[in-house]
Each structure stands twice: as C-alpha cells, then as structure tokens.
C-alpha cells in the first residue's frame, strides 16, 4: 500500500476500483474514530456504489490509494452504511469545524484533513489544513492558512460537532445535484437542514427537485417565507406546483403570494390538472418559438447551459404570443432535424407533420404509451382551443411511474407506482381555481391505438 500523504477532500468523487481495474463505485466520504491521547484513526470509507447504495469499506480491504483512485481487494459487503456510535465522517462533520490552538495564537477553521499511513491497515489523521480568521476589511479577502498536528489543536464545542456548513459545500461543488440530493439524504437530521439552509436559491432548487417529498417538505418548513418563495421561483414549474401541493393550504397560499407573479401563475395552472394527466405532468417552459425562426436560431436556443436535455430535443412553434397559452400551436420540429438542414432554412417548413398534440386532460397512460411506442423525449399539450399550455417530457412521466423511494429503492419492484399528491390537495392550493375531474390512479392501461402515426423527426 502507497504511504504517501491524502487530503480526505480531494478524495470525494474519487473511484474505486477491484484488482482487475472493475470499478466498484465513488468514494463519498471518510470515516474516523477519536482516540483519547493520538489523532483519530481512519476506519473505512463511504463508498457510493450502483443504484446509489452507500456502503462501508473497511480500511484494510484498500490495498492503495493515490493519483485520483483508490484500489481493494475487492471483497465488500453491499449491506447499506449505517453511523456507528463513535464514529465521526470526516467530509460531512469535521471540514468547517472551529478548533483553537494550544498555544493561544487564536482560533482556525478546518478547511481539509491530511491521513498518512501508520502501519499495514492503519491509516489515521497526520495533519489538518487550516484557515484562520481574516485579518482585511476586504468582503473578498480570506485569512492565511496554516498547517497543524491534531495535538497542536483543540477543537471548541462537543467533540465532531460540525460549526459550519461553508466547506461542505465547497467540498459538494462539483457534485451533480442527483448525487448532491443523495449526499444530503445520508446526513444526520439537522446537519442536512444546515447545510440545505446555506446553499444558494438556485443550487438548493436544484437539489430539491431530486430529492423525495418528504425531504422536500422537512427543508421548506425550515425556511422563512422570503426564502423558500425564492427557492420555488427557481425550480421547474411542476416540481414546485408537486411541492406546494404537499406543504399545508396556507402556507401554500403565502408562498405562491410571494413568488413572482410569472412562475406563480404557471404553478397555479399546473395545481388545476389532475396529477394522473398529461397537464399535472407537464411543464410550462419548453423552447417556444415563431415558424420564421431559422435553424440557426433554434440550435442556438438548445445550446444553452441551464436548459434540461429532455426540453433541448425539440422546438414547439407557434402563432404569437410565444408563451404559454401561445398562440395557435403549429408543430415541432426535433433538433435532429435541425441538423440536416441550412442554417437559413425556416423552422415552419420543418415541422413533424405526423406528432399529434395530446390535451391536458390526457391520461398519463395515453401519455406514457406514445412515449414508449414512438421512441419520443416529449410529447406538446394544448388546451381546447388548441394552444400550447406545455410539454411532458420522459422524465416527468419516468417520476410518475417509478415508486416513492426509487431513489434509494434497492431492489426490482416493478408493482410499485408514485403516490401522487391527491387532486383535493393540489386543488386547494390553487386557490381558487376550478378542480379538475380525477381519474383513476395506479392503473395504467393503454387507450386504443390511434390512427395515427407520430414521427420522431427521422
């Protein structure tokens, strides 16, 4: 085993792999134990493998670790992590913490944790990296660090108690916000809420949208009225009508009174719709855009970073106006398409003249079968006077069909179907708005074949 010096942040992420070079998943944190007269000792690793199971890895199973992989003997045990008593991850309660130097030079915030091998299996801390109090009016300057012994410290507060959330966060940067959901999940109770709380609007909107209901609900209820509008001002439409249709009438009602007026409004139409059909399933912001739009237009709308890859693979055109209710809603045209055409050439000679919109009251079974059946990424809903309200897109109606806990869901149950939030519910926080008629939930049987045929843009 490699005896050269790791700093426990820069293993995030990292991969591991067996002895044949097979990778076995990503490591997600490091866990220690303190000892009363030495530093703590490293145990094992928190290690994310397929179907973003965390699982234990025990330190003497690693064989090396170094240049952005870690290698075992490749035995495991896949019986999911669960926190010991005295057990204390690194990553997740130590970075942030406040420690104050024996020798009374002050206090230091730990920004990383230095482990070094001690013995065949042993690992254990060798050094913290430390930051101390800024010493500059500046807002953008920061204090100097230093390097120090776990014995040249002593930490402030209950022993592994986290004090702040700031590196956490630094540390999770990079993380998608799938696996970022997952990681906050993993936290104690309230070191999760602490760290929810301390993400901006946009990455905590992120993070919410892939979180579990309940989840959701346990981080709003914890933030004040300005701030969770905010967060909902930043999620999808539909993801945030889900939500408010879980918090209580009231509540629901003052959010929405505080958010702005434009994503208010979309959330109220979607709390309208049946959440078994394809208007409480879709969203209210595809690509929209004129029939004199050219190629070149279109390809650079679904350039853009932000955009979800399902709402990149087609164009919606229409009459004005361009947002939903549009005008008349005259077709799409799919970015493959685009491809095989001029720059100059006008999207309204492109149109897939055999997609069919459906209506908002479609069946998310109607809706789940032209999905399935012709190999489409989304599907245009448009109300009674045929205009164009919004699109399902495969994730929605993949959300809808998958069990509560697929996101930790271990095993193959394919009975298993989304408890959606009750039409009652999601009508009351509307506010005011008509219900729309339920139907049947949890049984999804195909309508009649149409006698159409949809195209897919080849």
């Known amino acids: 085993m490699s005896a050269t010096r790791v700093f426990v942040a820069r293993l995030a992420g990292c991969t591991v792999f067996d002895p044949a070079g097979d990778r076995l998943g990503k490591v997600r944190d490091v866990l220690v134990v303190y000892r009363n007269?030495?530093?703590?000792?490293?145990?094992?690793?928190?290690?994310?493998i397929p179907g973003k199971r965390r699982v234990f890895v025990s330190i003497g199973r690693v064989t090396s670790i170094g240049s952005g992989q870690i290698i075992t003997t490749g035995l495991m045990n896949v019986r999911r992590f669960e926190q010991r008593g005295g057990e204390v991850r690194v990553i997740a309660e130590i970075l942030g913490r406040r420690v104050g130097f024996i020798d009374g030079s002050g206090q230091a915030t730990i920004e990383d944790v230095a482990i070094e091998q001690s013995g065949p299996g042993e690992w254990s801390v060798s050094q913290l990296f430390l930051r101390r109090p800024k010493t500059s009016a500046s807002p953008f300057g920061k204090g100097p660090t230093v390097f120090a012994t776990w014995s040249e410290v002593r930490e402030l507060g209950q022993t592994g108690e986290s004090q702040s959330a700031e590196q956490l966060i630094a540390t999770?940067?990079?993380m998608k916000p799938a696996d970022l959901a997952t990681t906050l999940m993993d936290l104690p109770q309230l070191r999760m809420l602490e760290v929810?709380?301390?993400?901006?609007?946009?990455?905590?909107?992120?993070?919410?949208?892939?979180?579990?209901?309940?989840e959701q609900v346990e981080i709003m209820n914890q933030l004040e009225d300005t701030r969770a509008a905010d967060v909902l001002d930043q999620m999808q439409p539909d993801d945030a009508a889900d939500l408010i249709a879980q918090l209580s009438e009231a509540r629901g009602e003052e959010l929405l009174k505080l958010m702005q007026p434009e994503e208010a409004d979309?959330?109220?139409?979607?709390?309208?719709?049946a959440p078994d059909t394809a208007g409480g399933l879709m969203t209210t912001e595809p690509i929209i855009v004129s029939a004199d739009a050219t190629v070149a237009e279109g390809l650079a709308l679904i350039r853009r970073h932000e955009l979800a890859p399902a709402l990149g693979a087609a164009i919606c055109v229409t009459l004005p106006p361009y947002e939903p209710p549009t005008g008349r809603f005259l077709g799409?045209?799919?970015?493959?398409?685009?491809?095989?055409?001029?720059?100059?050439?006008?999207?309204?000679?492109l149109l897939d003249d055999g997609l069919e919109p459906v209506t908002a009251e479609t069946s998310a079974a109607e809706v789940s079968r032209i999905l399935a059946s012709?190999?489409?990424?989304?599907?245009?809903?448009v109300d009674e006077n045929h205009r164009l309200v919004g699109v399902v897109t495969i994730d929605d109606v993949l959300d809808y069909l998958l069990p509560d806990d697929w996101r930790s869901h271990e095993g193959d149950d394919r009975t298993s179907r989304r408890s959606a939030p009750s039409l009652q519910t999601r009508a009351q926080a509307a506010s005011g708005l008509i219900k729309a008629p339920s139907a049947g939930h949890g049984q999804l049987r195909p309508q009649e074949?149409?006698?159409r045929r949809l195209g897919n843009g080849s």
Not at 196 to 214: I, K, Y
Not at 375 to 381: A, H, Q, R
């Open 196 to 214: 929810a709380g301390e993400l901006p609007d946009a990455r905590l909107a992120d993070v919410l949208e892939e979180m579990p209901e309940s």
């Open 374 to 381: 012709y190999n489409l990424v989304s599907v245009p809903v």
């Open 266 to 273: 979309d959330v109220r139409m979607l709390l309208a719709y």
């Open 172 to 174: 999770y940067a990079d």
């Open 449 to 451: 074949a149409r006698e």
């Open 332 to 349: 799409m045209v799919h970015f493959q398409r685009m491809l095989r055409y001029p720059p100059h050439e006008r999207l309204g000679s």
């Open 37 to 48: 007269a030495l530093p703590p000792r490293l145990v094992g690793l928190i290690v994310e």
